[in-house]
């Protein structure tokens, strides 16, 4: 089944990516420039098509995040530190971003000739993303259904939907993925920052999966105070 995976260059979807490659299902990689001030994943997920020897698109999608504001990842607003599933973290939503994003996959898709799109959404995402549901998932299927029928039949694959981002890490390692070859840290800087609400994220899965995490961090203890922290809340 021929698959088009929307990868940003973080941990999930380079793993996706690794793991549809290892099937033998890649059709190619697309991105998105949404104005993310953590726009330098972009650079990671060219390096990981690159790797595969896929094709890889970015779609400008600049003016487009302009009109979704209120978020932290796009208006500037201070990324704030903290456990991934605290509350203080709905200030990185962008609305609506995964049904746009899809919506524009899936068309990529009926135009190229996949057969399936792949997103690397997580059961860690479902607190605060409502768009990284499972409900979510079977709802836009659905609608996509209706809206490339007689034209296509694209299937939303969504393999990491119902389990934590420790099983992703255990994945992408089954399949080769070079980590240190991801980004995950929303606030963008020369090395993740160890702190904001992914980065602790990332590092508790890498612990909570038995693997070394090769990151380099700027505060590579912080992640087991917030943790603590959230399990006291």
């Not at 793993?15 to 490659?21: C, D, E, F, T």
Request: hydrophobic share 40%.
């Amino acid at each position: 089944m021929k698959t088009l995976v929307i990868c940003s260059g973080g941990l999930d979807s380079v793993s996706l990516a690794h793991r549809v490659h290892a099937e033998g299902h890649l059709a190619g990689l697309l991105s998105f420039d949404y104005g993310q001030r953590h726009a330098k994943e972009l650079s990671f997920a060219a390096a990981c098509a690159e790797r595969l020897g896929t094709t890889h698109r970015i779609v400008d999608m600049r003016d487009i995040g302009a009109c979704l504001g209120g978020s932290a990842l796009t208006d500037g607003g201070a990324v704030p530190d903290g456990h991934y599933a605290e509350e203080t973290m709905r200030v990185t939503v962008v609305p609506n971003r995964n049904a746009i994003m899809l919506a524009i996959a899936f068309g990529a898709a009926a135009a190229q000739g996949a057969e399936a799109v792949a997103t690397a959404v997580h059961g860690g995402d479902h607190f605060i993303y409502p768009d990284c549901r499972p409900e979510f998932i079977d709802a836009f299927q659905a609608m996509q259904d209706h809206a490339t029928q007689g034209y296509a039949s694209i299937a939303l694959k969504a393999p990491y939907v119902h389990v934590p981002k420790s099983e992703i890490v255990r994945d992408g390692a089954r399949h080769g993925t070079p980590f240190e070859m991801t980004w995950s840290c929303y606030k963008g800087g020369e090395r993740h920052c160890g702190r904001c609400g992914t980065c602790v994220e990332r590092r508790e899965a890498f612990e909570l999966a038995g693997i070394d995490d090769p990151t380099r961090y700027d505060d590579p203890d912080y992640w087991r105070e917030a943790v603590a922290a959230a399990k006291e809340a």
